[in-house]
Nanobody, 124 residues
Framework: QVQLVESGGGLVQAGGSLELSCVAS????????LGWFRQAPGKEREFVAGISWRSRSTSYADSVKGRFTISRDNAKNTVYLRMNSLQPEDTAEYYC?????????????????WGQGTQVTVSS
C-alpha cells in the first residue's frame, strides 16, 4: 500500500512558477513508478509527467515538455513537479499517482494509488 499527499498548489500569474510535492508513505515507494496527472473542469484526467522507480527514465506530455520537470527523492519518499512558464491552460487539479512497475504508465487507469489532489490556478 502507498498513501500519497500532494502540496504546493496555488494561484500564480502567467509566466510564473510553482513546485508541487507529493509525499508518500508505504514500504513500496522506491519500487514504484510515479506520475503526475491533471484534470480541469469538464475535461478528462490527463498525463503530465512520469518518472521510473530509479529515476533513470522520465516522460512528459507534449504540452509541458521544456517547461515542467519531474524528479524524485526516494530517501524522502517524495516526488516533485517543477512547473515553469505556467499558462492559464495549465490550470487544473494536479494529482500524483504511483504504481509498482519498471515502466512509466501514461494512462490514469494504469495507476493503483492516488493522492487527493492540489489545485493550480494560473491567471492571465
Amino acid at each position: 500500500q502507498v498513501q500519497l499527499v500532494e502540496s504546493g498548489g496555488g494561484l500564480v500569474q502567467a509566466g510564473g512558477s510553482l513546485e508541487l510535492s507529493c509525499v508518500a508513505s508505504g514500504r513500496t515507494f522506491s519500487s514504484c513508478a510515479l506520475g503526475w496527472f491533471r484534470q480541469a473542469p469538464g475535461k478528462e484526467r490527463e498525463f503530465v509527467a512520469g518518472i521510473s522507480w530509479r529515476s533513470r527514465s522520465t516522460s512528459y506530455a507534449d504540452s509541458v515538455k521544456g517547461r515542467f520537470t519531474i524528479s524524485r527523492d526516494n530517501a524522502k519518499n517524495t516526488v516533485y513537479l517543477r512547473m515553469n512558464s505556467l499558462q492559464p491552460e495549465d490550470t487544473a487539479e494536479y494529482y500524483c499517482a504511483a504504481k509498482e512497475t519498471l515502466r512509466i504508465p501514461s494512462q490514469f487507469t494504469d495507476y493503483d494509488y492516488w493522492g487527493q489532489g492540489t489545485q493550480v490556478t494560473v491567471s492571465s
